[in-house]
């Protein structure tokens, strides 16, 4: 897609996310007429950070109810659009998963199958956007071990994960692949992947239930203020997320997958660290890391596998993000400002 977004339409599916809702903001931004969707429109807390934004763009944001699990539910949404971002699909720590096939699969592989079908419906459609995960490029992290130079690299796609190990990350993998069988089955449009490491940042939406916000609410409430366990993750900022979907819809050239994560994984104990320069008082907030074997002996109390344990605990590697920023120009916020901000949004959410 190019030229100017002004009177360009597009559809944001999931419009209540914690990444769709940055996106919808930047969009109308931007100057682009959104189309999106949420579940329920009756759902109030859903809604009111919608309107607002809505309020601040007048008769540039229309809502639309869908459902991914019914079929044609996003084709009402994507009359008259060019571009379609496909965001809405669940993402759940493990410990908050308790049906895999139910509470991640069926939404991430049904929905994204719905989405595509109306694509193919809607005749207007140039580019399907799709956010998928590093979690569609490995399963655990040990898996990154067997990559070239133990780098992340967009070549590679998860072959570890099922629906019984790992149901959020084997969601996001089938759900990709098969979005890109039907891009490959036809010459209408085309598709571009983006595939964030764990998105911290500021909400603008409190209903949502991200898995993101639920990690760092967990550090914030103080339950790992006896130490900080060595788990790292590779993180990307909600805004330089939002920001890579829309240059993967206006950069003509932009395909193929593209990896939103910084070079540097990002521990809990730097998280930690990080938050205590701006809040040195808080006492909720580890100061310490703690050693490996106590997490491996009373790892399984929390819900943490020895396997999963085995696979993740100390493990790091760099992450290869040069083609988000050198195809798309994206430029990465610190990880402190991300932080900052997400525990600014987390408190004033909360009164």
Known sequence: MSGSPAGRTVLVTG?????????VQQLLERGYHVHTTVRATANEAK?????????????????????????????????GCTVVFHVASPFLMPEKIKDGPRDVVEP?????????AAIERTETVERLVLTSTVGAIFGDYADVREMD??????????????????????????????AWEAEAAQSR???????????????LTPGSDSGSLFLLDELFKGYFFYGAP???????????????????????????????????MTSFHQMSRALLKHHPGNLRLPRTAL???PVRIL???????????????????RVDNRRSTEELGLTYRPIEETLVDHHRAWREQRG
């Open 15 to 23: 419009g209540s996310g914690f990444v769709a809702a940055h996106l």
């Open 47 to 79: 809604r009111r950070p919608l309107r607002a934004l809505g309020d601040a763009h007048p008769g540039r944001l229309d809502l639309f109810e869908a459902d991914l699990l019914a079929e044609g539910s996003f084709d009402e949404a994507m009359k």
């Open 108 to 116: 991430a592989l049904g929905g994204t199958r719905n989405v595509v």
């Open 149 to 178: 130079d133990q780098t992340l690299s967009e070549k590679y796609f998860n072959t570890t994960s099922t629906v019984e190990n790992n149901p959020y990350h084997y969601a996001k993998t089938v759900a990709e692949q098969a």
């Open 189 to 203: 449009w085309r598709m571009v992947s983006v595939n964030p490491g764990l998105i911290l940042g500021p909400s």
């Open 230 to 264: 060595d788990f790292s993750f590779t993180t990307a900022d909600v805004r330089d997320v939002a920001a890579a979907h829309i240059a993967a819809a206006e950069h003509p050239a932009a395909h193929g997958r593209y990896i939103v994560a910084a070079q540097e």
């Open 291 to 293: 050693p490996h074997w």
């Open 299 to 317: 790892g399984p109390a929390f819900g943490l596998s020895q396997e999963y344990i085995r696979n993740h605990l100390g493990i790091r590697f």
